[in-house]
């Protein structure tokens, strides 16, 4: 899971102003919206449940609600990723068309029209990449399974 690094003085209940680079990364790349919640951490470690309390045209405001649980990452989300495009790829496939997507992920139009034109939505679960590194590891994982899908063992 991704974390968004906090700067100091972060408080429960504390509104954190945020411009610059950080507000232009929550809010155009990964398209963060009022009332979005993420994970932060501080220049101590400590993680926090953030709030986007308001966005303007070149600010947001963080609302710090409580210290978030230190989860560690689980395997879960690759692997249902892995299983949906096993299931994708299990008839008669000839070719693929990958549609990869901005950090933030599709707006819900984008997503819409995608799946008109016909592509199955698969995502990474909770695990952000940056769209080059989503779409090296998409080409790497269909390629794979194209290629082993012969020696499958029904489950």
């Not at 411009?19 to 919206?33: M, P, S, W």
């Not at 990452?73 to 990723?81: D, G, M, N, Q």
Request: charged share 30%; net charge negative; aromatic share 8%.
């Amino acid at each position: 899971m991704r974390l968004f690094f906090l700067p100091r003085g972060a408080e429960t209940g504390q509104g954190i102003e945020i411009q610059g680079k950080d507000f232009n990364y929550l809010a155009h790349v990964l398209r963060r919206r009022v009332g979005d919640r993420f994970q932060g951490a501080d220049p101590g470690g400590c993680r926090w449940e953030c709030r986007i309390a308001e966005l303007g045209a070149d600010r947001l405001r963080l609302q710090l609600e409580r210290p978030a649980e230190a989860a560690g990452e689980r395997a879960e989300p690759a692997l249902r990723l892995i299983q949906a495009l096993h299931d994708a790829l299990a008839g008669d496939v000839r070719s693929v068309t990958l549609l990869i997507g901005p950090e933030g992920g599709f707006a819900e139009e984008e997503a819409a029209l995608a799946r008109e034109r016909g592509f199955l939505p698969i995502a990474p679960g909770d695990r952000l990449w940056r769209t080059e590194t989503a779409a090296l590891y998409a080409v790497a994982a269909v390629q794979s399974i194209l290629e082993e899908r012969e020696t499958w063992i029904p489950v």
